[in-house]
């Protein structure tokens, strides 16, 4: 094993670099790293130069070198910017870009407001999410987007749209429309998509007006929450062999067996707990890949080599 100071040594010379040469050095240079991981990594205001790579599991992973996505395009604004989660692989930031443009030329949709991608090294965030760790989870509004600039004020006060009334699980009629079916049909069209979570109600009505054309719902996933914004997921890219795809999604469309079941769970009463729950145990920064921690080390140590010589 190397001793102390030659271990400095090669984690400075090896910085981020996650090549075959330097990942074994880096594992062996330091302690367990046993800061919770949501603070450590909602802390990084900047990424380091690095080519990009999406680094383990949807909810327990990094990414090196992520792009961010200008606040405002042609056809779209994002949102809460004071979160800083505007970060992403290029593959999320050019998919955007492009359903972006694509809605707005081909379905009429005024654009898209964009809500959470990841932090500027992606790792837990500090609220709202388990996933959105690795670059290639976005959440989007079904709201429209206003014809006019949104100022940064506007952005952090304004509320999405409720597609879902609570009351009846039912899409509510006054803010559904085609339109975000044509939407939602356009996002999953392209192949870098692996999946699309939205609330069970509106995978129900978008069963109810797909018509024969149902294939592309296969991608269309229920999940808890997803009333007021659908979340993409992108499949691992070509250039990221750390990136832990997902289990296959069933084949079928999911309008059927699956669907009853999500209603069920929603209308059953919650049982009393008989005792109260554990809390959960934090993620830890030695909980991540390796390499999702030497990532960490070199942009800490970068932050502090430029804090030294301003
Ligand atoms: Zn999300």
Not at 11 to 20: F, N, R, S
């Given at each position: 094993m190397a001793d102390k100071a030659s271990s400095v040594l090669i984690?400075?010379?090896?910085?981020?670099?996650?090549?075959?040469a330097c990942p074994v050095a880096a594992e062996e240079a330091v302690a367990p790293d046993l800061r919770e991981a949501k603070k450590v990594f909602g802390a990084i205001k900047v990424p380091v130069k690095h080519p990009p790579q999406a680094i383990g599991q949807y909810d327990r992973g990094c990414i090196a070198g992520a792009q961010s996505l200008p606040v405002s395009g042609g056809s779209w604004q994002v949102m809460r910017l004071s979160r800083n989660r505007i970060w992403g692989h290029p593959l999320l930031v050019r998919y955007i870009s492009k359903l972006a443009a694509d809605v707005h030329r081909l379905d009429g949709w005024s654009g898209i407001l964009v809500g959470d991608m990841a932090q500027p090294i992606g790792g837990p965030l500090l609220g709202?999410?388990?996933?959105?760790?690795?670059?290639?989870?976005?959440?989007?509004?079904?709201?429209?987007?206003?014809?006019?600039?949104?100022?940064?004020?506007?952005?952090?006060?304004?509320?999405?749209?409720?597609?879902?009334?609570?009351?009846t699980l039912a899409v509510n009629m006054a803010v559904w429309t085609d339109a975000q079916v044509n939407l939602l049909r356009r996002a999953a069209s392209y192949p870098e998509v692996a999946r699309i979570f939205v609330h069970p109600a509106v995978k129900k009505a978008l069963c109810e007006t797909a018509g024969a054309d149902k294939g592309w719902l296969q991608k269309i996933r229920p999940w808890y929450k997803h009333d007021d914004h659908f979340h993409i997921r992108l499949n691992c890219p070509s250039d990221s062999p750390g990136c832990v795809p997902q289990a296959a999604i069933p084949p079928d469309d999911g309008c059927g067996q699956e669907l009853d079941d999500w209603f069920k769970k929603l209308r059953a009463v919650p049982k009393k707990p008989t005792k109260p729950p554990e809390p959960a145990k934090p993620m830890l920064v030695s909980d991540l890949p390796k390499e999702c921690q030497s990532l960490l080390r070199a942009t800490e140590q970068s932050v502090r080599g430029k804090a030294a010589t301003n």
């Open positions: 984690i400075a010379i090896c910085g981020v670099a996650l090549t075959a709202g999410h388990a996933s959105h760790q690795i670059g290639l989870d976005v959440d989007l509004w079904y709201t429209p987007m206003p014809a006019r600039a949104l100022s940064a004020d506007e952005r952090e006060k304004l509320s999405a749209d409720n597609m879902v009334d609570p009351a």
